[in-house]
């Protein structure tokens, strides 16, 4: 039985998607935790360096995978990353880079949790 309080990802979508198939869910967090941090240090260092373009590809591409894992609060925040790439002229997103830092370590640490757990989410 799994204990631990998820805070920011909700893995129940997931689940029910694969039909409650534990093990295709893991291999999904498991395929996240493989990809994802390469995305985010990409998307990090367009940010840092207010490349819009490469803002919007890295963040359109991680909003994509943080949803299908049920990281909701990273979603909405990676799709407002995206929006402010794509305005005339396009806004930085340096000031929310921290946020997006925890958030994310958050999301990974969580999703590593749900890998290694033996028990359905609850």
């Given at each position: 039985?799994?204990?631990?309080?998820?805070?920011?990802?909700?893995?129940?979508?997931?689940?029910?998607?694969?039909?409650?198939?534990?093990?295709?869910?893991?291999?999904?967090?498991?395929?996240?935790?493989?990809?994802?941090?390469?995305?985010?240090?990409?998307?990090?260092?367009?940010?840092?360096?207010?490349?819009?373009?490469q803002v919007k590809r890295e963040a359109h591409s991680l909003k994509s995978t943080t949803a299908l894992v049920g990281a909701g609060v990273l979603t909405e925040m990676l799709k407002?990353?995206?929006?402010?790439?794509?305005?005339?002229?396009?806004?930085?997103?340096?000031?929310?880079?921290?946020?997006?830092?925890?958030?994310?370590?958050?999301?990974?640490?969580?999703?590593?949790?749900?890998?290694?757990?033996?028990?359905?989410?609850?």
């Open positions: 039985m799994n204990d631990h309080q998820y805070q920011h990802i909700n893995p129940e979508p997931l689940l029910d998607a694969m039909g409650g198939d534990v093990a295709a869910c893991r291999h999904m967090f498991g395929t996240f935790l493989k990809s994802a941090p390469a995305t985010f240090a990409r998307l990090d260092a367009a940010i840092q360096q207010d490349d819009a373009v407002a990353v995206e929006v402010q790439s794509r305005a005339e002229p396009p806004q930085s997103a340096v000031a929310s880079l921290p946020e997006l830092r925890t958030l994310f370590t958050a999301v990974v640490a969580e999703a590593q949790h749900y890998v290694d757990q033996v028990g359905v989410p609850q």
